[in-house]
């Protein structure tokens, strides 16, 4: 699976049933290989796998290696095995290009590389999986691997769209495995630092908090080269329908087009395979603003507002445009009172730095969350001395995966944990929504339900099928 990285149906739903709602006669005639077991979250009794003691070796198969987020998983999982005791065991994609590459590069055998995931996860050997397929698949192959008894760590964005996110939740209970969200920058120090200034009194009640991640390119961001396959070696023509199981990788998509180059390589432009910039740019600034927090809340309300009036598509000859907008800006509210805006740009790369703001003093975080500055407000100034906190650890992949490898061994719980990534996951379903539908979205944690105002409609969340992108 690529990852140049709910169903409208309800939970009784099966596979069958989801493949009559298919949106045209060839998808459905090409989706009915693809699932022979139930649709996603409605598999057999959970497989509890293997008890892993803290000093057995931890077995690892990687789902999806794409170039980027993919490929450095692999290489870095398999360049640290001696560090964290693990090996590399198996490789899943649906491009024959990456799974020889995933061979090549961790020394597997021609029986060990799949282009269905469910191969993987039958072998007993597996103890955990890295999920890094393109953001419609995260929930259906984290679910499977979940009840197959497998520990995940599942890239960012958590799932494609909410009530999916609320489906791995609930299995990721029931399992009791170890989950980790793919979001590195919770493994930060920085962000923790804070959350341990926060709990320990020394800021006061927060107010508001304002976070960014901004990018820019001549070429318009997500243009990456057809058919590259690694870092500086391009092989013209291997992206082609021969090569790649492309009915498989629309998955659960409901406007399915036939295969396209363009959107296989550069998906994250296109909205019937993800949310843009609040799956991709938003998860690296939000996410570990939760974790400064302390206690990660749900959201009450969220509002987001976004724009496309740069086109840098139309600069590039032959790029189609992209669905999703080039800047966004989120505004989320919790119960505390708390609120916090990040706002995300591919037309600019200039943007203030991450702050926590609260009643005696603030919180300045540096990008890669290796240094922190408290702030006090002046009116504290005799209660509260200014503080810095430098050299902390900053924010790599290497890291949070060897947290997801210590928690696995210790039973604890990794710094993205499920119930973060769930929290985090309804703020950026809730963006979305008040993007596409043009509308502010208040929730209830309780009954998990979306509204519009004070008179409480419900509106049902976005998913397959509802949106004519989707």
Not at 233 to 256: D, F, M
Not at 279 to 292: E, S, T
Request: with cysteine; glycine share 8%.
């Amino acid at each position: 699976m690529d990852n140049n990285s709910s169903s409208s149906s309800s939970s009784g739903s099966t596979r069958r049933e989801f493949i009559k709602k298919a949106s045209t006669a060839a998808a459905v005639v090409a989706a009915t290989n693809l699932f022979k077991t139930p649709v996603y979250g409605q598999s057999q009794a959970p497989s509890t796998g293997r008890v892993i003691g803290a000093n057995d070796r931890i077995t690892v198969g990687i789902i999806g290696v794409g170039y980027g987020i993919g490929q450095n998983h692999l290489k870095g999982i398999h360049g640290n095995a001696g560090e964290n005791n693990t090996v590399i065991a198996a490789a899943c994609d649906l491009w024959n290009q990456r799974r020889d590459w995933a061979k090549e590069t961790a020394g597997l055998k021609d029986s060990d590389v799949c282009d269905d995931h469910r191969k993987l996860l039958e072998r007993k050997d597996i103890d955990a999986v890295v999920v890094a397929t393109h953001d419609v698949w995260h929930a259906g192959v984290t679910i499977d691997a979940l009840e197959a008894g497998k520990h995940v760590y599942c890239e960012k964005p958590m799932t494609r769209y909410l009530d999916e996110a609320f489906r791995v939740h609930d299995t990721v209970k029931k399992t009791g495995k170890v989950f980790q969200l793919g979001t590195q920058g919770c493994s930060a120090e920085g962000w923790h630092k804070c959350a341990e200034l926060i709990k320990g009194g020394k800021v006061g009640t927060l107010v508001w908090a304002q976070a960014n991640y901004p990018r820019n390119s001549v070429n318009g961001e997500w243009n990456y080269k057809i058919d590259e396959v690694v870092a500086g070696t391009v092989v013209p023509g291997a992206t082609s329908a021969a090569n790649i199981n492309w009915e498989r990788w629309l998955g659960p998509v409901k406007n399915r087009v036939p295969f396209n180059a363009d959107h296989f390589h550069r998906w994250r432009k296109y909205y019937p395979y993800c949310a843009g910039l609040l799956g991709d740019l938003v998860p690296h600034r939000l996410i570990p603003l939760m974790v400064a927090a302390g206690d990660a809340e749900f959201p009450t309300r969220v509002t987001s507002i976004a724009t496309k009036n740069v086109h840098p598509d139309a600069m590039v000859p032959g790029t189609p445009e992209r669905d999703v907008p080039e800047h966004v800006q989120v505004l989320a509210e919790f119960g505390s009172g708390y609120m916090f805006t990040v706002t995300c740009s591919t037309v600019n790369s200039k943007a203030p730095g991450a702050e926590i703001h609260a009643h005696k003093a603030t919180l300045k975080i540096s990008d890669p969350g290796d240094a922190v500055e408290l702030i006090p407000e002046k009116d504290w100034s005799e209660e509260i001395d200014p503080q810095s906190f430098t050299g902390l650890a900053h924010e790599d992949p290497r890291p949070h995966e060897k947290n997801w490898f210590d928690c696995i061994r210790s039973g604890k719980a990794p710094n993205a944990s499920i119930d973060l990534a769930v929290r985090a996951q309804t703020v950026i379903s809730l963006a979305e929504m008040s993007q596409r539908l043009n509308m502010t979205c208040l929730f209830d944690e309780k009954t998990r339900k979306i509204s519009t105002g004070p008179d409480g409609k419900e509106v049902k969340a976005i998913t397959y099928g509802t949106l004519p992108l989707s």
